[in-house]
């Protein structure tokens, strides 16, 4: 047995919990990549509808599937999700809702917004 063996050993995460500032920063790190992804999604639609009327009809194709819809349904919660997270990095930048409670509540505000903004716009758009 070595020394290093003696060491105690730092939690993991299938055994620590992450504070839900965390999970949100990770989330936030994610739907940005994620949106970065369906930038290139709505360039593809938009490369298909200058192409002529039987590449854009591929692409409604796709899109109307349920593959097409999930990601489209996740596309609006990632951009709703990024967009609300990204107030409220802009209000932590102006000094604001820094203590512990605030950002508790803000990011449960940010979750609730998130998710509301995106059942009303599937709502309207269905």
Sequence with gaps: MTWTDK???SPHLQIYKLPLTAVLSILHRGTG????????????????AATGEASFASAQWVFSSFFG???????????????????????????????LESTRKSGHVVIGVAIALTVITWLVAI
Excluded: E, K, Q, S
């Design 7 to 9: 060491r105690p050993m």
């Design 33 to 48: 990549a994620a949106l970065g992804l369906g930038g290139l999604l709505i360039v593809w639609v938009i490369a298909c």
């Design 69 to 99: 819809r999930l990601v489209l349904f996740g596309f609006t919660a990632a951009l709703y999700y990024h967009f609300c997270n990204g107030i409220r990095h802009l209000m932590w930048d102006a000094g604001r809702g820094l203590d």
